[in-house]
């Protein structure tokens, strides 16, 4: 059995639907925010092709839908959240301008035709399961919905499955539509809380997984299981320069600390190099080049999360 330390790889593909409750329907901010991600999608899988990199890409199922009438016949509807901000804006489904940034199945099938890629799911609608007022009914239709809608279009079972925000909740209905590993937070007490909530120790977990990105002392998860594997590093391309340089430092030293039979897994969203993508995209393929240097001199292996 090969024990070498592994360097696993997830995005989080989801467009409009990560951001739409503070986007609302401003199409100028998700143009702002979103316009640049075909491109940023290109570039990423040229580098994945150029490094031979596999990765898993955790993909929002209803983006594969056309229209939202279609997405409204998969019958999920928007969770009774407390926080009313959470759900989904009716006057986003009619504005027919967003549609462009809720659906884009054609950018997933570019995915799929690279080799070494895993599609996983990001769930169908991108909710909050942790948030109050969310049912376990919530989460059982929707990723009941999510295996269909990725059937009906590709006819590909997702085995591999992202909580939206990392929220987790009743992994072991995962298992009864086929899904084989999942990732959701680490165990450390400020990456357990993290919800939308504004309270004083939600802002304080924000503060210590901030820390914990800079500072090289902090150190990241790197124990899994078959099933779960733990968010290690969320790759922060968008810090000025000098806080980049302390952060691509605690990078490389997570990498080189991984030993045998452990897992660092590092993941981000297409979306975190859309501004400014010429400088993030040099800083990915600094952090290629770093660890398939490793890779190629036998010290590590890379991984997508359907590999382990
Ligand atoms: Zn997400």
């Given amino acids: 059995m090969n024990v070498r330390p592994k360097i696993m790889f997830s995005l989080d593909y989801e467009k409009g639907w990560g951001i739409h ?11 702002f925010f979103l316009k640049n991600e075909p491109r940023v999608l290109e570039a990423t899988l040229n580098l994945f092709e150029k490094y031979n990199i596999r990765a898993t890409w955790a993909v929002v199922g209803g983006m594969l839908c056309d229209s939202w009438e279609e997405f409204d016949s998969y019958g999920v509807p928007s969770p009774d959240y407390d926080n009313k901000k959470l759900g989904l804006d009716q006057n986003i489904k009619n504005s027919k301008h967003l549609c462009e940034y809720f659906f884009d199945k054609e950018s997933v099938q570019k995915i799929l035709d690279i080799d070494g890629q895993d599609i996983g799911g990001h769930s169908f609608s991108h909710s909050y399961f942790k948030e109050s007022g969310v049912k376990f009914s919530d989460f059982y239709k929707d990723t009941e919905a999510l295996t269909r809608v990725f059937h009906n279009k590709f006819k590909h079972k997702i085995q591999t499955y992202v909580f939206p925000r990392n929220q987790i909740i009743s992994p072991e209905v995962l298992i009864d539509f086929g899904i084989k ?10 990456d357990r809380i993290n919800s939308n909530s504004m309270d004083f120790l939600n802002l304080l977990s924000r503060f210590y997984r901030f820390y914990s990105a ?13 099933f779960f594997v733990p968010a290690g590093i969320f790759l922060r391309f968008g810090l000025p320069t000098t806080l980049w340089e302390s952060h691509f430092f605690k990078i490389k030293r997570c990498i080189s600390g991984t030993k045998d039979e452990q897992l660092l897994h590092l993941w981000w969203h297409p979306h975190n190099l859309c501004i400014d993508y010429q400088i993030k995209l040099l800083r990915l393929e600094k952090i290629l080049q770093f660890i398939t240097k490793k890779r190629d001199k036998g010290l590590l292996e890379i991984v997508n999360m359907n590999d382990i």
């Fill in 21 to 31: 409750q503070f986007a609302k329907i401003n199409k100028e901010k998700y143009d």
């Fill in 181 to 190: 590993v999942y990732r959701g937070n680490s165990t450390k007490w400020y």
């Fill in 214 to 226: 800079l500072s090289p002392f902090a150190i990241s998860e790197r124990i899994s299981s078959n």
